[in-house]
Protein backbone atom coordinates (compact mmCIF):
# COMPACT_ATOMS: atom_id res chain seq x y z
CA UNK A 1 0.00 0.00 0.00
CA UNK A 2 1.72 3.57 -0.71
CA UNK A 3 2.22 5.90 1.69
CA UNK A 4 0.52 9.40 1.72
CA UNK A 5 2.33 12.28 3.64
CA UNK A 6 0.85 13.75 6.32
CA UNK A 7 0.72 17.51 4.43
CA UNK A 8 -1.68 15.50 1.32
CA UNK A 9 -3.50 13.34 3.43
CA UNK A 10 -4.57 16.68 5.36
CA UNK A 11 -5.44 18.50 2.36
CA UNK A 12 -7.25 15.32 1.01
CA UNK A 13 -9.12 15.37 4.21
CA UNK A 14 -10.13 19.33 4.09
CA UNK A 15 -10.81 18.72 0.33
CA UNK A 16 -13.36 16.29 1.60
CA UNK A 17 -14.88 18.54 3.91
CA UNK A 18 -14.97 21.53 2.06
CA UNK A 19 -16.87 19.33 -0.46
CA UNK A 20 -19.87 18.53 1.88
CA UNK A 21 -19.80 21.91 3.45
CA UNK A 22 -20.16 23.46 0.54
CA UNK A 23 -24.17 22.90 0.23
CA UNK A 24 -24.31 25.07 3.55
CA UNK A 25 -23.58 28.03 0.94
CA UNK A 26 -26.32 27.43 -1.46
CA UNK A 27 -29.09 29.40 -1.55
CA UNK A 28 -32.57 27.03 -1.71
CA UNK A 29 -34.67 25.96 -4.43
CA UNK A 30 -32.73 27.72 -7.34
CA UNK A 31 -32.13 24.59 -9.35
CA UNK A 32 -34.07 22.82 -11.26
CA UNK A 33 -34.06 18.85 -11.00
CA UNK A 34 -30.70 17.30 -12.28
CA UNK A 35 -32.22 13.72 -13.36
CA UNK A 36 -31.60 12.53 -16.31
CA UNK A 37 -34.89 10.78 -16.06
CA UNK A 38 -37.08 13.64 -15.42
CA UNK A 39 -39.46 11.68 -13.87
CA UNK A 40 -41.50 12.20 -10.85
CA UNK A 41 -42.04 8.65 -9.69
CA UNK A 42 -43.14 9.57 -5.98
CA UNK A 43 -43.67 5.71 -5.25
CA UNK A 44 -40.24 4.99 -6.16
CA UNK A 45 -38.60 7.91 -4.08
CA UNK A 46 -40.68 6.80 -0.95
CA UNK A 47 -39.20 3.34 -1.28
CA UNK A 48 -35.49 4.86 -1.23
CA UNK A 49 -36.59 6.77 1.81
CA UNK A 50 -35.35 6.02 5.47
CA UNK A 51 -38.39 5.77 7.63
CA UNK A 52 -38.16 9.13 9.95
CA UNK A 53 -39.40 7.31 12.72
CA UNK A 54 -36.83 4.08 12.34
CA UNK A 55 -33.96 6.21 11.30
CA UNK A 56 -31.09 7.26 13.72
CA UNK A 57 -30.66 10.76 14.15
CA UNK A 58 -27.68 12.56 13.44
CA UNK A 59 -24.81 10.20 14.59
CA UNK A 60 -22.06 11.07 17.09
CA UNK A 61 -19.14 11.74 14.21
CA UNK A 62 -17.84 14.52 12.58
CA UNK A 63 -17.44 14.70 9.18
CA UNK A 64 -13.30 14.38 9.64
CA UNK A 65 -14.20 11.51 11.41
CA UNK A 66 -16.42 9.52 9.01
CA UNK A 67 -13.18 10.40 6.03
CA UNK A 68 -10.77 8.95 8.11
CA UNK A 69 -13.17 5.92 8.70
CA UNK A 70 -13.77 5.42 5.44
CA UNK A 71 -10.51 6.22 3.80
CA UNK A 72 -9.27 2.79 5.98
CA UNK A 73 -11.11 0.56 3.81
CA UNK A 74 -11.49 2.65 0.47
CA UNK A 75 -8.37 4.92 -0.23
CA UNK A 76 -8.89 7.79 -2.62
CA UNK A 77 -6.17 9.91 -4.22
CA UNK A 78 -7.03 13.99 -3.56
CA UNK A 79 -7.17 14.33 -7.15
CA UNK A 80 -10.25 12.23 -7.30
CA UNK A 81 -12.47 14.64 -4.17
CA UNK A 82 -10.62 17.65 -6.17
CA UNK A 83 -12.45 16.81 -9.25
CA UNK A 84 -15.86 15.84 -7.37
CA UNK A 85 -15.46 19.37 -5.67
CA UNK A 86 -14.61 20.92 -8.91
CA UNK A 87 -17.34 19.81 -11.23
CA UNK A 88 -19.53 17.33 -9.43
CA UNK A 89 -18.40 13.83 -10.29
CA UNK A 90 -15.06 11.73 -10.09
CA UNK A 91 -12.64 11.99 -13.01
CA UNK A 92 -13.04 7.50 -13.54
CA UNK A 93 -16.75 6.73 -12.63
CA UNK A 94 -15.71 3.10 -13.18
CA UNK A 95 -13.78 2.69 -10.17
CA UNK A 96 -15.70 1.49 -7.42
CA UNK A 97 -13.40 2.11 -5.06
CA UNK A 98 -14.00 6.29 -4.71
CA UNK A 99 -17.78 5.07 -5.41
CA UNK A 100 -18.00 2.91 -2.42
CA UNK A 101 -16.10 5.78 -0.20
CA UNK A 102 -18.81 7.94 -0.67
CA UNK A 103 -20.96 5.06 0.21
CA UNK A 104 -19.03 4.25 3.34
CA UNK A 105 -19.06 8.14 3.61
CA UNK A 106 -22.75 8.76 3.96
CA UNK A 107 -23.64 5.22 6.06
CA UNK A 108 -21.21 6.76 8.72
CA UNK A 109 -22.67 10.13 8.33
CA UNK A 110 -25.98 8.81 9.09
CA UNK A 111 -26.80 10.12 5.33
CA UNK A 112 -27.75 6.21 4.18
CA UNK A 113 -28.82 3.80 6.78
CA UNK A 114 -27.82 0.36 6.69
CA UNK A 115 -29.82 -0.54 3.64
CA UNK A 116 -28.53 2.01 1.50
CA UNK A 117 -32.18 4.25 2.43
CA UNK A 118 -31.34 8.33 2.54
CA UNK A 119 -32.01 9.80 5.81
CA UNK A 120 -33.52 13.15 4.18
CA UNK A 121 -33.90 14.27 7.95
CA UNK A 122 -29.89 14.04 8.46
CA UNK A 123 -28.46 15.18 5.19
CA UNK A 124 -30.53 18.41 5.69
CA UNK A 125 -29.02 18.81 9.69
CA UNK A 126 -25.88 18.06 8.65
CA UNK A 127 -26.24 20.79 5.59
CA UNK A 128 -25.51 18.21 3.29
CA UNK A 129 -28.35 18.91 1.13
CA UNK A 130 -29.79 22.34 0.46
CA UNK A 131 -33.31 21.03 0.35
CA UNK A 132 -35.63 18.26 1.11
CA UNK A 133 -37.03 18.76 -2.53
CA UNK A 134 -33.24 18.22 -3.85
CA UNK A 135 -32.53 14.86 -2.12
CA UNK A 136 -36.19 13.61 -3.21
CA UNK A 137 -35.58 14.98 -6.80
CA UNK A 138 -31.66 13.31 -6.80
CA UNK A 139 -33.02 9.56 -5.47
CA UNK A 140 -33.95 9.53 -9.10
CA UNK A 141 -30.44 9.02 -9.76
CA UNK A 142 -30.02 6.22 -7.29
CA UNK A 143 -29.84 3.75 -9.85
CA UNK A 144 -26.95 1.01 -10.47
CA UNK A 145 -25.28 -2.03 -7.94
CA UNK A 146 -23.38 -1.83 -4.83
CA UNK A 147 -22.14 1.54 -4.25
CA UNK A 148 -22.93 3.21 -7.57
CA UNK A 149 -26.51 4.43 -6.12
CA UNK A 150 -24.75 6.10 -3.45
CA UNK A 151 -22.30 7.96 -5.50
CA UNK A 152 -24.95 8.99 -8.16
CA UNK A 153 -26.97 10.26 -5.57
CA UNK A 154 -24.17 12.63 -4.27
CA UNK A 155 -23.26 13.34 -7.55
CA UNK A 156 -26.39 14.90 -8.77
CA UNK A 157 -26.38 16.90 -4.90
CA UNK A 158 -23.34 18.18 -6.08
CA UNK A 159 -24.21 19.21 -9.74
CA UNK A 160 -26.74 20.88 -8.26
CA UNK A 161 -24.62 23.01 -5.39
CA UNK A 162 -22.44 23.74 -8.32
CA UNK A 163 -24.96 25.29 -10.80
CA UNK A 164 -26.94 26.76 -8.19
CA UNK A 165 -23.30 28.75 -6.88
CA UNK A 166 -22.76 29.47 -10.85
CA UNK A 167 -26.50 30.82 -11.23
CA UNK A 168 -25.82 32.69 -8.04
CA UNK A 169 -22.16 34.05 -8.77
CA UNK A 170 -23.57 35.54 -12.70
CA UNK A 171 -26.68 37.29 -10.93
Request: proline share 5%; charged share 25%.
Amino acid sequence: MKQRSAPMYEQWMLLLVLLFTLHATIPEGTVEGCSMLNNDNTEQRGALLADPANAKKVPDVTMQDAVTQCNRSFIIQPDYLAELNQTGSFPDETDKIPLCFIRCYLKTLGILTDDDKVNKDVALALNWATSGETVDECLDEMTGNACEPAYFFTRCIMTRALVDGKSKDSK
